[in-house]
């Protein structure tokens, strides 16, 4: 009866086990974003579909050839590493063209708890992000240039009657400069 209680037990927590290395699989391998995992010896045990579609498909896709694909390839292995250890996570963003595709990337490099050098490596597109930055930093610099050459004066004050805003017409108009009346 002992015997059959221990083979019991031993099957359901390989059961279990075997359920969540499928789990963790699964939700790697259907991630949008690149994903790779690394042995201490900083080799590449684990890559998902969206890291080697941007690794470029080869063979065999490992960290180092992804990194060389970042201004700082370097930066990525062992600054990343160092900063996240030995149980933690950094993260740094990186810019890089892939398929003459300019992209930027949030990298992020966390060690894996209970496994002693051991890192998840994360890699996620943020360039609609940054396109949006760009683009709301263009329309700003528009708006600032087309307030600032406007032939009548512009600003706004705060509720106490101080300016927050004056444009270079008013101040030509008013002989004053934005340190002195802002």
């Avoid at 991630?31 to 995992?37: D, L, T, Y």
């Avoid at 930027?104 to 708890?113: E, G, K, R």
């Avoid at 683009?135 to 600032?144: F, M, N, S, T």
Wanted: proline share 5%.
């Amino acid at each position: 009866l002992t015997g059959s209680f221990v083979f019991l037990y031993l099957k359901q927590r390989y059961t279990d086990k075997d359920r969540s290395r499928r789990i963790l699989t699964e939700v790697l391998e259907k991630s949008a974003e690149a994903r790779a995992i690394t042995d201490p010896e900083g080799e590449t045990i684990y890559t998902n579909a969206r890291f080697n579609n941007l690794a470029g498909n080869t063979e065999h896709p490992s960290l180092p050839n992804f990194s060389r694909l970042f201004d700082s390839p370097q930066k990525i292995d062992n600054d990343l590493r160092d900063r996240s250890a030995p149980d933690g996570a950094a993260t740094t963003e990186f810019h890089t063209r892939v398929k003459n595709q300019p992209l930027w990337f949030q990298v992020t490099c966390q060690h894996i708890a209970g496994w002693p050098g051991f890192v998840h490596w994360r890699f996620d597109d943020i360039s609609p992000r940054y396109h949006m930055e760009a683009a709301i930093r263009e329309e700003r610099e528009k708006l600032r240039d087309f307030t600032d050459n406007a032939p009548v004066g512009f600003f706004s004050i705060s509720a106490d009657g101080k300016f927050l805003f004056a444009n270079d017409t008013l101040l030509r108009l008013l002989g004053a400069d934005a340190r002195t009346i802002l």
